[in-house]
């Protein structure tokens, strides 16, 4: 699996848009794009997840570029329960691999007032 | 539908002792997985188990073990307990082999006195 490669840390203003990067040149063209969060000491919660094409639902938008090497989460308009680690995961998909993701560091996004 | 659920929530041992800690998956869903996670080593894959059999396997020594039962449910046990052992062990669950996407549960918060 392609490693991915996120910020440590960023702010977002309560109500704005948080843009959240993620680097994957290594990608290839079978890896799918995880977003995931943890709240602090809580379980990771899943956010959304795509191949090429952007992705939206109920929580967030994934921007892919064309070329895949990266990738973008937004959420439209962060709150303050939103300050959470971000998880960016680039996982093959193939059925004799199991369900192991590597998460990496994350980026730690904090909302601000 | 309920989420994966995880007992106990919280569990202090002594150095020596052995601890089995028990995961229910969502209703419907056939892999468990595994992961320890610690302030220094973040989150890290301990083992996956789909239809009671073990699919993959961290690199944990092998006083980490598993097992899956005919209903999915998990439990994983850890043997002669050391003081690094102490960490939040979280389950996920999926639906099957061929769907990445993981639900987690809140996690088990284990301390090693």
């Known amino acids: 699996d392609a490693k991915t490669t996120q910020p440590p840390s960023m702010d977002c203003a309560e109500g704005r848009a948080a843009n959240l990067p993620c680097n994957h040149s290594t990608i290839s063209g079978n890896e799918y794009v995880y977003w995931y969060r943890q709240i602090h000491s809580q379980g990771p919660q899943y956010i959304i997840h795509?191949?090429?094409n952007n992705e939206t639902n109920e929580m967030a938008s994934l921007i892919i570029t064309e070329d895949r090497k990266s990738s973008t989460l937004i959420l439209p308009h962060a709150t303050l329960r939103d300050t959470a680690v971000y998880y960016c995961?680039?996982?093959?998909?193939?059925?004799?691999?199991?369900?192991?993701?590597?998460f990496g560091t994350g980026t730690s996004l904090t909302v601000i007032p | 539908k309920a989420g994966v659920t995880q007992t106990p929530r919280y569990l202090i041992k002594t150095r020596g002792q052995q601890v089995t800690l028990s995961c229910s998956p969502i209703?419907?869903?056939?892999?468990v997985s595994w992961y320890q996670q610690t302030p220094g080593q973040g989150l890290q894959f301990l083992f996956e188990y789909f239809s009671e059999t073990q699919r993959n396997k961290g690199n944990f020594p092998g006083r980490f073990s598993g097992r899956q039962f005919s209903n999915s449910r998990s439990e994983m046990n850890v043997s002669t307990l050391e003081l690094g052992d102490s960490a939040l062990y979280l389950c996920?669950?999926?639906?099957?082999?061929?769907?990445?996407?993981?639900?987690f549960g809140p996690g088990t918060r284990l301390t090693v006195l």
């Open positions: 795509g191949l090429k």
């Open positions: 995961i680039v996982r093959a998909f193939f059925s004799n691999t199991g369900n192991q993701f590597y």
């Open positions: 996920a669950s999926s639906v099957d082999q061929r769907t990445d996407t993981q639900y």
């Open positions: 209703s419907g869903h056939r892999s």
